[in-house]
């Protein structure tokens, strides 16, 4: 890793965004030629150098009118002819380490400006299917899985992008693809892998989003795995929207290949176990982020893979390791550890966890006070309950999709099914407006079983029966948890799904 302190902390930062994106399949790879030339196909450069040999020109030209010359000189037929031939068309290749490796960043969407089909090969030996897009006509017939966006056309379809003619048209042969990507772009994170920067690849896809989002634009990550770091350098791409990582600022050593320094950078964006004690227990804990309160037993089982156990209500480390990650909790070595820290003490407030025990001391969690709503619960005062529920309606918005939620608890507890009902409706509405979607999968699984209470009430008209019993089966319950971002397999969410009773929206 690079000596400069803040070069460590943006590695670690741009190392943690990927990998996040990565969770919550929001990453998208842009694969270039060089992650292809361990397995035998050439650079780009070395392709245009190879062309310029048949033209007999020397001088330095630019890179895409090398092409336009031979093209222009040679006609279509030895154009073809040539291209396949530099780039290998209809040879049996093998896949490398770096196929691989992109194979398991488990990415929807590969964008590739490669023109061979080293990508499909390695998804076959991982057992994966793909769909390969690379011509407009292929665009409507996309499916929901994997896709493999052939950019710049192939020799299958006879397609290809290579000479000036090719880039100048490129709008008006790819118009679905390019509009595709652009979308694709600017909605998700983007991070290339073969590419340097002289390819004008880049620069045309870059100049794409900057025209239509400006500095709207999402960050994209660059690995760089030729030049040493260069300050000047990263800030100019920078400008652009890219972050680069150098790859010898993570690998002092000099002497590897290229290609190696690539795949370590790869492995580096990978690997999980890096992630410190308060990193892992943080990375696990997000998923409790945006509720209320969160059940003891889901962050008992996140500290006990850290060798962390309650006792009498407080975290108490078993050994050395898990008692200094605890006190890291209140005294970080760096921004990144404060975060991590924060994050997960906001999250032990809203649960009934009473303390972090230390060797010299226990420090107490202050807890969320308890609203009046909760109170009354507890006393059973339901006239409270009443003009509580009458006050709230009051301050009842779209802008505020939790006191829907606080209105529905008081309306069962009141015995309101429909009343109840109607507000985990319209709680659903702007809860999935806002994307918070652990709270709708909730507001909609209570909305399911208030609905089935209403339809068993006959005292409830028999139009307001009919229409919630058209709503209710209309819920999907296992289709919405699955397709919640970032929810590992033991998420409380399941939990919930699986068991039989109401739940309280806490």
Known sequence: MANNLNTQQEYSESRRIIRQAQRDD?????????????????????????????????????YLAIPQYYYNLRGKNDYN????????????LSTNELHKLIMRFNSTSIITTNYDNLLEQAAEENGEIVQVISCDSDLPYRSAG???IKMHGDFEHDNFVLKEDDYSHYSSNFKLIENYIKSI?????????????????????FSWVKDILGNNVRRAYLID????????????????GINVIFSKALNKDGSDSIESRLAGTLN??????????????????????????????YITQVFEKENVDLKNNCLVGKDEKSKKALNKLFSWS????????????EILKRSSIKGISRKQNTIFIPHKKIENWQSALEQFDYQKLIELKKENDIYLSENNPLGYLIQAIISYYLTDYVDAYNYLKRASQHLYHYHMYEYYFISQLNRERIGKIILKDYSVSSNIRCKVKREIAAINLEKTVDAIPHLNENNFLRD???????????
């Open 26 to 62: 929001q990453l998208v790879l842009f694969v270039g030629a060089g992650v292809s030339i361990n397995s035998g196909m050439p650079s780009w450069g070395k392709a245009i150098g190879e062309i310029q040999k048949h033209l007999k020109i020397n001088g330095n030209l630019d």
């Open 268 to 297: 580096w964006l990978l690997e999980s176990e890096n992630l410190n004690v308060l990193g892992r227990i943080n990375d696990t804990l997000k998923d409790y982020k945006n509720l209320n309160y969160v059940y003891e037993k």
């Open 496 to 506: 919930i799904l699986h068991s039989r009773y109401l739940r309280k929206l806490q």
């Open 225 to 240: 795995p030729v030049n040493e770091y260069d300050s000047g350098l990263e800030s100019y791409y920078r400008n652009w």
């Open 334 to 345: 760096d921004e990144v550890e404060k975060n991590a820290a924060v994050s997960i003490l």
């Open 185 to 205: 772009i600017g909605s998700k994170v983007v991070l290339f892998i073969g590419y340097s920067f002289s390819d004008p690849d880049l620069r045309q896809i």
């Open 146 to 148: 994997k896709e493999l």
């Open 81 to 92: 002819s040539l291209m396949r031939k530099v780039f290998k068309y209809g040879e049996r």
